[in-house]
Each structure stands twice: as structure tokens, then as C-alpha cells.
């Protein structure tokens, strides 16, 4: 793509400046979900900007819940929506040792240690300060114990008590958290593995991740990692949380709301350019304009046009959307969509009668799953006509007009759209007739239905020995019923 020259100065400091890289890191535990991918989506987009550098990871510590299924899902999502990444993936469980290492740096440095506390005594004094007033966070039982390794015992960061860790939120400002509000969170649990938030801030920082961008849910994270990143001599990086998604019904995201996987909109005829375009409008604005080329896209992203308010989800909108691209679309592109959706009784292999039948219908569906439904006159030899529409339409009455159809519509050279339009104009003169008194009798003869592409598109596109076969076809059935 051409470079803008406010880009190309970017790009000139990004060279002098430290490059930027951020990182997508899900939890391989489930498949990736809206929320999920306009996070990687927003990581993505502003490493593009700036020329930097995009790192997947996938953390997988919960050996647990973690699944090859569930990660094969990740990275198929990412595939899909055109996310590539520049390293990766990384996988965190493939290097415990490296964060073991690291505690036992802290267990060195007397900022870190063991403690035998157990889960029954735990709860016990979490109701205890819950029953007082007091925030349940642990009360530093071991803190001062020296304790040494015991089966069972999980080892505590020895957390800042005064003062107050300042996080330089790029979307949300400055938020201050007073350090004697933050325990002495846990970094190695009983079983040896690493906790999320101190595993996080050993991968973040070995590979130099400049900018972490992630959902709102984790900021109340976020200083207890400022502080182990400082306890460990780390630079720290810039955070950036991103609002969370809410229902129309203005509660979290879920199912109910159209909350499924990345690829379940695939599998629904969504386009994965409509999705991207959908996902960065939830947070992000660039003026009125609602529709973007991915190139748009880099161009003119960043954070300081993130919202801070929580954004919600609209599937007419994205409805709106995907109807939008897949008109847009070239017919060769939605041929390539289909192949998996076409139903099996369907012949497909003639592909010039197939485009065209997906030209007449691209600009009338909002889906890909719509085409089938719309398309079963084409590929089938016996129209199946609606019960009310054959009623009202094929008529006795109408029977003459459809045979001269046929009978003229055979002598047509050159079955242009033109010659079509012309045949019908002087047919409806020679009868003396408006277009109105064929006009719905030959939709529904061609097709069984009484909404479709205009006529002389139909009739182009089924060929003139179709369509004189179908309008036969409904001349027998009219006299079948008298």
C-alpha cells in the first residue's frame, strides 16, 4: 500500500525511537469470542500504524482447561480475520522454567516468599474481614515467617505497603491505586506453576512488549504487575484498556446477545472483513464515517480515538455491514465463500452459470447462508411454487399469455438482457396489455416465488431453454388444477 508522508515520518521516528511491539495473548480454554478478537484486532491495528511489531502468545499455564482444540480455534480466528502476527506463537506453559527461575530471583532478593496458609484458612479470614468492613485481601500471615519450601506452598510477592502505584492508562488517564489495597499476590502456586499476572509480566517483558492493550476487566491487574515489573528490574511498559462490550440491553456481552465464536459468524455467512469493520467501530471512531478499507484502517487508527465508555453490540448493524461487503464482493471471491455452503443437491460445477446466478442475488442477501435459499429455482428442474403465489398468479386466465411467452421467447436471438427487455415491450403492445398483467405470473413461474431478481436478469441468467422449459412447466400445472 502507498505510504502517506505523515506515516512516512512515523515511521523515520519509530527508527530512532524504541520499535513497538505489542502482543494478543488468549487463554487456549474456549474458542476466541467478539471481546477477544476486537482486542487483537486494536493490538493489531496500532502496531500496523506504527510500523511495529505484533507477538502472539498463547498462554496456556491452566494445563487444566487448556486445549490443542481450543488453540487451533485461536489461530484459525486470527487467520480468518486477516490478524497476522510477526512472531509466534509462543506458548507460556513451554516456559514455566524461565518464570521459575524468576521467583526464585525474588525469593532471593527477600522480595518474595513462602507461604503455608491453606485454602479452609484462607477463606476463613476472607469471611473475617468481610464480616469487619475490611477488604478480603490476605493478611501477610507469612510474610515475616521465613518459611522455607513445604509441599503445598505457593510463594507471595512481597507487595509495596505505602504509597501508590500510578498507572498511565492510554485510553483512561491516570489511576491512582494506593498500595495498602494490593496484597501480597500469589506468583508460583502449590502445584510449581506460575500465577497469570506474574507469568505475564516475565513473557511481556523478555520480549520486549512496549505496549500492552487488553480489556478493562484487567486493570485492577495492572498494579500488582507495575510493581512486579519494578521489583525485577523491568522497564515497564504502556498499558491501554479498552472498554468492555455490552448487550443492547446494556449488560455484559454474552451469548444471548449474539456473543458467539469468531468462527460461528463464519459459519453463518458473515465475511471476516465485515466483522473487522464492525469490531473496530465498537470503541473507536473516526468522525461519521462507518465504512473501511483494511489500508483506511492502518492508516488512520490509534489509541487516542479509543472511547472510554463501554460500547454495544449491534447485530443489525453488522448485519448491515456484511450485507454491505458481501455486495461489494467480486463473484469470483463468493464463489470461493460457497463452496462449503452450497447444499449437496446443488450442481455447481458449470462456475459460469453459477456467477451469475450469484451476481443476481449478491446485492439482495445479508448473509452467504441466504444465497441457498434464494437460489433453489436456479439449480432445480421442478420449480416448487408458494401455495398463496401459484394460487393468486397461475390462473387460466394466464395460461394463453405465458404459451406466447414461450412459444415467442424461442425465436429470440442473442438472449442478451437488451433483446429480453425489447421481446417483453412488444409482447405487452401486440396484447395490448400492461407489464403488471405478466409481470408477477412469469416471476412465479421462473421461480415459485413472488420476490426475485428483476425478470430479464432471471431470464439471462437461466438461459433461454430454461426458462422456456419452466414456463412449461407452469402452464401443466395450471391445467393440472382445472
Known amino acids: 500500500m502507498n505510504l502517506n508522508p505523515i506515516r512516512f515520518k512515523k515511521m523515520q521516528e519509530n527508527q530512532i525511537m524504541k520499535k513497538i511491539r505489542t502482543r494478543f495473548a488468549p487463554s487456549p480454554t474456549g474458542y476466541l469470542h467478539i471481546g477477544g478478537a476486537r482486542t487483537a484486532l486494536f493490538n493489531w491495528l496500532f502496531t500496523r500504524h506504527h510500523y511495529g511489531e505484533f507477538v502472539l ?17 485461536i489461530l484459525d480466528a486470527m487467520t480468518w ?33 513462602f507461604c503455608t496458609c491453606s485454602p479452609e484458612e484462607l477463606e476463613e479470614k476472607r469471611k473475617q474481614a468481610l464480616a469487619t468492613g475490611k477488604k478480603p485481601k490476605y493478611d501477610g500471615t507469612c510474610r515475616e515467617k521465613r518459611l522455607k519450601k513445604t509441599p503445598g506452598s505457593v510463594v507471595r510477592f512481597r507487595s509495596e505497603q505505602t504509597g501508590a502505584t500510578i498507572v498511565d492508562d492510554l485510553i483512561k488517564g491516570k489511576i491512582v491505586f494506593n498500595n495498602e489495597e494490593l496484597d501480597d499476590l500469589i506468583i508460583e502456586r502449590g502445584d510449581g506453576y506460575p500465577t497469570y499476572n506474574f507469568a505475564v509480566v516475565i513473557d511481556d517483558a523478555l520480549m520486549n512488549i512496549t505496549h500492552v492493550i487488553r480489556g478493562d476487566d484487567h486493570v485492577n491487574n495492572t498494579p500488582r504487575q507495575i510493581l512486579l515489573y519494578k521489583a525485577l528490574g523491568f522497564d515497564v511498559p504502556h498499558f491501554a484498556h479498552v472498554p468492555m462490550i455490552l448487550g443492547s440491553d446494556k449488560t455484559r456481552l454474552s451469548k444471548r446477545h449474539g456473543a458467539t465464536s469468531v468462527m460461528a459468524y463464519k459459519d453463518m455467512g458473515y465475511l471476516p472483513e465485515a466483522l473487522v469493520n464492525y469490531l473496530v467501530r465498537l470503541g473507536w471512531a473516526h468522525g461519521d464515517q462507518e465504512i473501511f478499507s483494511p489500508e483506511e484502517l492502518i492508516n488512520l487508527f490509534d489509541l487516542d480515538a479509543v472511547g472510554k465508555s463501554p460500547a454495544v453490540f449491534n ?30 443437491a446443488f450442481d455447481t460445477s458449470d462456475s459460469v452459470f453459477t456467477q451469475k446466478v450469484i451476481s443476481d442475488l449478491q446485492p439482495r442477501v445479508k448473509t452467504l447462508r441466504e444465497l441457498p435459499g434464494m437460489a433453489d429455482f436456479y439449480f432445480t428442474e421442478n420449480v416448487k ?3 398463496q403465489a401459484a394460487e393468486k ?30 421481446f417483453l415491450k412488444n409482447f405487452i403492445q ?17 421461480t415459485g416465488k413472488t420476490v426475485s431478481p428483476g425478470i430479464d436478469e432471471l431470464m439471462v441468467t437461466l ?8 414456463i412449461s412447466d407452469a402452464i401443466n400445472y395450471i391445467e393440472s388444477r382445472q
Do not use: C
Not at 502468545?57 to 480455534?73: C, G, H, L, N, P
Not at 412459444?407 to 438482457?417: M, T
Open 385 to 387: 411454487y408458494d401455495e
Open 315 to 344: 447485530p443489525e448493524k453488522l448485519l448491515w455491514l456484511n450485507a454491505h461487503y458481501i455486495k461489494e464482493a467480486t463473484t469470483d471471491r463468493l464463489m470461493e465463500e460457497m463452496k462449503p455452503i452450497w447444499p449437496a
Open 463 to 470: 438461459g433461454k431453454e430454461r426458462v422456456i422449459t419452466k
Open 430 to 446: 401486440e396484447q395490448n396489455i400492461k407489464f403488471k398483467v405478466i409481470a408477477q405470473p412469469l416471476r412465479v413461474a421462473l
Open 81 to 113: 480475520l486477516g490478524l497476522n502476527w510477526d512472531e509466534g506463537p509462543f506458548f507460556q506453559a513451554q516456559r514455566v522454567d524461565l518464570h521459575r527461575e524468576m521467583v526464585q530471583k525474588l525469593i532471593h532478593e527477600d522480595k518474595a516468599y
Open 57 to 73: 502468545r498463547i498462554e496456556d499455564t491452566d494445563q487444566q482447561r487448556s486445549t490443542e482444540e481450543s488453540t487451533q480455534a
Open 393 to 422: 398468479f397461475l390462473t387460466s386466465e394466464i395460461s394463453e399469455y405465458l404459451k406466447a411467452i414461450a412459444s415467442g421467447i424461442a425465436s429470440v436471438q442473442n438472449f442478451s438482457k437488451e433483446n429480453i427487455e425489447e
